[in-house]
Structure formats: C-alpha cells, structure tokens
Nanobody, 114 residues
Framework: QVQLMESGGGLVQAGGSLRLSCAAS????????MSWYRQGPGKRRELVAS???????NVLDSVKGRFTISRDNTKKMVYLQMNDLEPDDTAVYYC????????WGQGTQVTVSS
C-alpha cells in the first residue's frame, strides 16, 4: 500500500522551531526525489524543499538558511527541520514525491504566531 503520513506540526511563536516528519510506505520511496509542500490560508500549494535519492537538496528562496530537508532511506522517512519560523510559514505541510506521483496525505498544520 502506498501511503504518506506527515506529523510534527503545531503552534509556535515566531522565531521558534519545529521538525516535521513524513513516513512513507511503498516501494516508490528509494527511487524518488522527495519533497515538502505547503498550502497557506487562501494560497496555492507550493514546493518548499526537495531532496534527491543521493541527498542533494534544494529549498525555496524564502526559507533558505531556516529550513533543512533530510531523508533516511532505511526508514523511508523524510524530515523538515524548520528554524526561525515566521508567521508567513503558517500552512498545512505535506510531503510527496517531487513529481507528486503519490496520493496526498492529510498533512500537518503549522501555525506561527507573531
């Protein structure tokens, strides 16, 4: 069964940190670049960060220096370490392959208060 399950969100004050986790089930994981996406209130879903199978990473300009993506291929996990959070980071965060080839999970809510 192919599935993605995000966790780790919460309510934090501006400047705080959170670590999001994504657990993947299915054989697709080790063959795919994995990504984190987010959808803020009234906004379209956007790509936040990606990591290739060889752990080459890329992140959205607005989160550079604050967010770090990582993966553990043995555990089929993807992580997003978020530091120095800002109110504009408030969103539901999702993981998926870079090509969005897997059904979306329920996401995890991140709320940053000013």
């Amino acid at each position: 069964q192919v599935q993605l399950m995000e966790s780790g969100g919460g309510l934090v004050q501006a400047g705080g940190s959170l670590r999001l986790s994504c657990a993947a089930s299915g054989s697709f994981f080790n063959d795919n670049t994995m990504s984190w996406y987010r959808q803020g209130p009234g906004k379209r879903r956007e790509l936040v960060a990606s990591i290739t199978t060889r752990s080459i990473t890329n992140v959205l300009d607005s989160v550079k220096g604050r967010f770090t993506i990582s993966r553990d291929n043995t555990k089929k996990m993807v992580y997003l370490q978020m530091n120095d959070l800002e109110p504009d980071d408030t969103a539901v965060y999702y993981c998926n392959t870079f090509s969005q080839s897997v059904g979306w999970g329920q996401g995890t809510q991140v709320t940053v208060s000013s």
